[in-house]
């Protein structure tokens, strides 16, 4: 979640339906996508409105085995589940004001949450576990956003945008494993100023972190095989005059990878710029689900999208 002016606290989040998040320059008339677009997109690139009216969307995951896909609304307090055909109907109230949701190898859904500042997972029967919500000792900032890896680790992001400066118990904005059964998360780099998506290549050998402060680039990191991070360096630059800092990232099957920015932005998996998706609004998050794992469905602002794609995405856990 970036470029948002934070305009109250989660407990007068929980208690008033207003819409307490600023939302950035409108982005419906901006032209840029990219002619290159033909290479990766389907049905000429357009952009299909699903669901709209909501505050921030964000978070979204496909649900394979039930059809849906489940996406956070954080102002709102709310996770919705949408599926095609139908509407977004409120899959889980309060949601601790869940931004990043991502499903662990069990299918259980694993929540990013802002307003209690930890970790947590919602099992298939909706009984819910909390998995992580302190380090050394102190709170976490606020988790952002998670990926699982094979293993059954999770990695998350926990920059500080779901709190007050006076709030903030950890002094670095850490990029963490968590092992599964354990509570005490690792922290693996922690020289981030706004860490936020993240996302592995498709072997799981490279995990990519965007940084949403104004160094406007997403790191690249090798995962060793005892899940540390080493080699970071800058994988990709987002150069643009409109707004958006790098937020969530999804990669396909042949490794290109896909950013929420100003538009979707598309690199190679050598970091070659392959092109921009234009999206009606600022998205924040991507997803991609359907039968064929062709639909990409995006989060942006007060709607969920969605593009077609000619290749297939990453499967979630």
């Not at 991070?229 to 987002?238: S, W």
């Not at 800092?245 to 920015?261: I, Q």
């Not at 602002?301 to 990453?314: A, H, I, P």
Request: charged fraction near 25%.
């Amino acid at each position: 979640m970036d470029q948002i002016e934070r305009m109250a606290s989660h407990e007068e989040l929980r208690d008033s339906e207003e819409v307490l998040y600023h939302l950035p320059l409108s982005y419906h008339d901006v032209n840029i996508l990219s002619d290159r677009k033909s290479s990766f997109l389907l049905d000429g690139g357009k952009v299909k409105n699903l669901s709209t009216g909501y505050k921030f969307t964000e978070g979204p995951v496909w649900d394979a085995s039930e059809g849906c896909l489940l996406f956070s609304d954080i102002p709102a307090n709310r996770i919705y589940r949408w599926t095609p055909g139908g509407s977004a109907k409120i899959f889980r109230e309060p949601s601790g004001n869940s931004n990043g949701l991502t499903l662990d190898m069990s299918r259980s859904l694993i929540t990013c949450e802002h307003g209690t500042r930890r970790i947590g997972k919602v099992e298939r029967d909706g009984n819910y576990t909390v998995l992580a919500e302190t380090y050394g000792g102190r709170r976490l900032n606020s988790p952002n956003d998670a990926v699982v890896k094979s293993d059954g680790s999770i990695y998350f992001t926990d920059p500080p945008y779901g709190i007050k400066p006076e709030e903030q118990e950890l002094l670095s904005q850490g990029v963490y494993r968590l092992e599964a059964g354990k509570k005490e998360p690792t922290l693996l780099v922690d020289d981030f100023e706004r860490p936020n998506g993240l996302t592995f290549s498709p072997d799981e050998r490279t995990l990519y972190i965007a940084d949403s402060s104004d160094r406007r680039h997403v790191r690249a990191f090798n995962v060793e095989n005892d899940g540390t991070l080493t080699d970071g360096r800058v994988f990709a630059e987002i150069r643009s005059e409109l707004p958006g800092n790098p937020d969530g990232m999804k990669v396909d099957v042949e490794g290109n990878l896909y950013v929420a920015t100003a538009g979707i932005w598309v690199f190679s998996e050598e970091g070659k710029h392959l092109g921009i998706i234009k999206i009606p609004e600022i998205p924040a998050n991507l997803a991609w689900g359907g039968k064929d794992w062709k639909t990409l469905y995006i989060t942006a602002r007060t709607s969920l999208y969605c593009v077609k794609t000619k290749v297939e995405g990453m499967y979630s856990a």
